[in-house]
């Protein structure tokens, strides 16, 4: 199908673009990109209105749980995909702790052919690290590569054998892979809240940031040994960001990302027991949130996560500290992304740039043909693209969520919050993915 998209502000953060122009798309792809009114000629099967709208490129998400296979009653590749494309997210990495674990090229292969059908989002798998993420034994990485995975992640499950680290990150710097590793401590990371005043008002077990400091002490030392490229996952603490930006600077090849969750929220939010909060990594205090906030405005980290995790019913109504971890995320990306932006005083495009092209930057060659124009509007280039209205707010209402996970920890006390931006229509390889009615 030809389509073309009308009198958008079309935002391209990779290339600096940001003015009013029409984008023809046709055969997946980005034919044209020019002044408003300068595709006469172009004979287009569908044509978007985007006046007041922003044309950006489709949302690039690091870290989604998509719970298929083997935990369907949490959430369904359909439904999530579903989700995805919602918010404006065209392309996602998803993590291996499936059921079974993505440690067989075969599992890889069955869940990208799952998801291709659908047509709704691309996905990116990443591979276990070890075999069943239990640390001891390294998978067959380059099977799993031909098979698709983009790289390869232990989860929230740590390698406590450093020996078995080393080796695996010295396997995967020989052939170029890429290592995704959360930095938690096997022994200090068992609490279920953050450790200070709040955990200890609560009498919740909680989790110093000296979890997050050991492991990433460790994963540096490593890497300046092996020279593995690491990206490292959901970083939650100011001394961890100030350890990052230390490896940067030293020129360690070392990316990171942060989820929305600890990018807008403290334990005080926690309240009185709010099992919605109850999140991996757990919410720090507000002087690590202002540290977060300014490293991903800095460049020190390089991406912002939705941390997707769909949680069903019966596993959150419950105490505290017996809740399984995880919120909905895929939805909210975006306007919580434009939120931060906002507070933080940056352009729209430095904004967008922290969801899209520099997503693709930490993926780098790992996603293929997809690489030059993944996260980007370029003439050429895929047509993966969002179009949402920046002064749309909307309130976060559990039950219009598209995910099967209705648990946000921004749904508060039920009656929700309002977020600016709106998603109007998501379009991926050409195709319309989504499109909001009204």
Not at 199 to 215: D, K, Q
Not at 248 to 265: F, M, Q, R, W, Y
Not at 356 to 367: F, Q, W
Request: net charge negative.
């Amino acid at each position: 199908m030809k389509i073309l998209i009308r009198h958008g502000r079309v935002i391209d953060p990779a290339s600096g673009r940001d003015e009013p122009a029409d984008i023809a798309i046709a055969s997946d792809r980005i034919v044209g990109i020019g002044s408003p009114g300068s595709f006469g000629d172009f004979q287009a099967d569908r044509s978007i209105d985007a006046s007041g709208l922003v044309v950006a490129p489709g949302l690039v998400d690091l870290a989604a749980r998509l719970r298929e296979p083997g935990q369907e009653h949490e959430g369904m590749l359909e439904s999530e995909l579903a989700a995805a494309a919602a918010g404006g997210v065209t392309s996602l990495v998803c993590p291996p702790d499936t059921d079974p674990v993505l440690d067989e090229p075969g599992l890889v292969e069955m869940l990208k052919f799952r998801a291709r059908k659908l047509s709704r989002c691309r996905l990116f798998p990443l591979g276990a690290l070890t075999r069943g993420l239990a640390g001891t034994t390294l998978t067959e990485m380059a099977e799993l590569t031909e098979a698709g995975c983009v790289g390869f992640s232990q989860v929230d499950t740590p390698v406590s054998d450093t020996l078995v680290l080393m080796r695996a990150m010295q396997y995967a710097s020989t052939y170029g892979y890429a290592v995704w590793l959360r930095p938690l401590d096997a022994w200090l990371g068992k609490g279920v809240a953050a450790s200070g005043a709040v955990a200890t008002r609560l009498g919740l077990s909680g989790v110093p940031v000296a979890a997050e400091t050991i492991a990433l002490h460790t994963l540096i030392e490593l890497v300046r040994v092996t020279r593995a490229r690491v990206h490292l996952c959901r970083l939650s603490s100011a001394a961890g960001v100030a350890l990052v930006r230390a490896a940067k600077a030293e020129g360690l090849p070392i990316t990171a990302d942060v989820s929305i969750n600890s990018l807008h929220l403290t334990d005080v939010d926690i309240g009185y027991f709010n099992a919605d909060m109850r999140l991996t990594p757990p919410l720090r205090q507000g002087a690590d949130r202002t540290a977060l906030r300014e490293a991903l405005a800095d460049g020190t980290l390089d991406a912002l996560v939705s941390d997707h995790n769909p949680v069903a019913e019966d596993m959150k109504n419950l105490p505290f500290g017996e809740a399984e971890p995880g919120a909905t995320g895929l939805e909210l990306l975006l306007s919580l992304a434009l939120r931060w932006g906002a507070d933080s005083g940056l352009p729209l495009p430095a904004t967008l740039a922290r969801v899209t092209s520099e997503p693709v930057r930490v993926l780098g060659d790992a996603i293929g043909s997809l690489s030059s124009s993944a996260g980007r509007l370029v003439e050429g280039g895929v047509a993966d693209i969002c179009v949402f209205d920046p002064q749309a707010e909307w309130t976060v209402q559990p039950a219009a969520l598209l995910s099967q996970g209705k648990h946000t920890p921004f749904a508060f006390s039920g009656t929700g919050m309002a977020l600016p931006g709106r998603v109007r229509v998501t379009l991926v390889a050409g195709t319309v993915a989504y499109e909001a009615r009204g």
